[in-house]
């Protein structure tokens, strides 16, 4: 048994939770902050067995985005305008992390 831990863009996150429910796996969301993800992210905890682990990448590979987001103003101890001008960056849409799970019991 696996647990994926995975932290999604809120602009993402009824998508992917939706996704996940047509695909038949349970999922529990938890509001989170942290810097993993600017403009808010959420925390889904997936608990599957270690065969359908590649199952559930696959729809949070097709349910998350990634997005080009304008920086404005490069944080910097040298002064200048050149950091003053809008920086394009790409944004990941989620991250996840794989957990072994030793035991696991439903009461």
């Known amino acids: 048994m696996k647990l994926i ?3 999604i863009s809120n602009k993402d996150i009824e998508k992917v939770l939706e996704a996940l429910s047509s695909a038949g796996f349970m999922a529990t969301k938890i509001s989170t902050t942290g810097q993993f993800l600017e403009g808010g992210h959420s925390c889904v ?3 599957v067995d270690e065969d359908k682990t590649e199952a559930v990448f696959d729809v949070l590979g097709k349910n998350v985005t ?3 987001v304008r920086h404005y103003g490069v944080k910097s101890t040298l002064s200048g ?3 003053k001008q809008p920086v394009d960056v790409e944004e990941y849409g989620g991250v996840a992390f794989v957990i072994d ?3 696991f019991r439903k009461f």
């Open 5 to 7: 831990i995975a932290i």
């Open 45 to 47: 905890f997936i608990g």
């Open 66 to 68: 990634k997005r080009i």
């Open 81 to 83: 305008t050149l950091l």
């Open 101 to 103: 799970v030793e035991d």
